[in-house]
């Protein structure tokens, strides 16, 4: 299985960016999907979380910022980011837990 992100960029304070995660030869149907993030010299942390019927959990850093979605029909993974700040800079990376696949990741970089 593999998963490909994308929509990653360079924005400023207050900007939005939507990342996309393609899904192809994972039980994307029957999984639950997440959002990590790794900023430099920091671990990856947890974003969103999304199960196979779309109930969401954040964590409390990006909570009423961001949102995630996903289309089980094209197996895509979304994430809606508002509002980003300089500490969202990281490299975003989508993860398929049903067999613990990961994207290769997408960079996302909030500067004036």
């Known amino acids: 299985g593999q998963l490909v992100e994308s929509g990653g960029g360079l924005v400023q304070p207050g900007g939005s960016l939507r990342l996309s995660c393609e899904a192809s030869?994972?039980?994307?149907?029957?999984?639950?999907m997440g959002w990590y993030r790794q900023a430099p010299g920091k671990e990856r942390e947890l974003v969103a979380q999304?199960?196979?019927?779309?109930?969401?959990l954040y964590a409390d850093s990006v909570e009423g910022r961001f949102t995630a979605s996903r289309d089980n029909a094209k197996n895509l993974l979304f994430l809606q980011m508002n509002n980003l700040q300089p500490e969202d800079t990281a490299v975003y990376y989508c993860?398929?837990?049903?067999?613990?696949?990961w994207g290769q990741g997408t960079q996302v970089t909030v500067s004036s």
């Open positions: 030869g994972v039980m994307f149907n029957y999984s639950a």
């Open positions: 993860k398929a837990y049903f067999g613990g696949i």
């Open positions: 999304i199960t196979t019927d779309g109930i969401t």
